[in-house]
């Protein structure tokens, strides 16, 4: 089942089709550009650009689905962490540390409510450090936050969302 808040829907070729682990955690990135939700699934509507989401959170604050939550993105460099993550690209500055308008953020915070609520989690974690993180077994109601530049040398999400991860976590728990 998708989200219920999303306002807009193109479906992205860019996928692997059924997911091959049950989702425990939930992946955002930095788009870099305050882009409307038509820009981003027309980026992903091509087949050249290899790469796509399962949502996206445009600058307005409008939720995008580009990928089926049931189907793996191809979004942070990673397949088994696209596996297991639903991959939110969200509207972000174009420049260091990325932000986030507030708007972005709301929308946020209220697509990751209702992906652990549709996933029946009541705990969203934050572990900062990779290796623990990557280790750690979510328990049955446990979600847990991952990051592409823990994949690949990238800076996504950006600074400005990576320092806001705990209290994303927080508040959404």
């Not at 280790?135 to 936050?145: F, G, I, K």
């Amino acid at each position: 089942m998708n989200s219920p808040l999303v306002e807009y829907v193109k479906l992205s070729p860019n996928n692997s089709g059924e997911r091959t682990a049950k989702i425990d955690r939930i992946t955002p990135h930095c788009v870099v550009g305050q882009c409307a939700a038509d820009t981003l699934g027309n980026i992903f509507a091509n087949p050249n650009a290899m790469a796509s989401s399962n949502y996206g959170i445009d600058q307005n604050g409008k939720i995008a689905l580009f990928v089926p939550e049931n189907c793996r993105s191809w979004c942070s460099s990673n397949a088994p962490n696209d596996q297991r993550a639903v991959t939110i690209e969200c509207a972000s500055d174009t420049v260091a540390p990325y932000r986030m308008n507030d708007c972005v953020y709301a929308a946020l915070v209220e697509l990751c409510v209702d992906i652990c609520k549709r996933n029946d989690k009541t705990a969203l974690l934050w572990i900062p450090d990779k290796s623990t993180a990557l280790a750690y077994q979510p328990a049955e109601n446990e979600m847990l936050l991952t990051v592409h530049r823990w994949f690949a040398a990238k800076d996504c999400p950006g600074d400005w969302l990576y320092s806001r991860l705990g209290a994303l976590a927080g508040v959404v728990t």
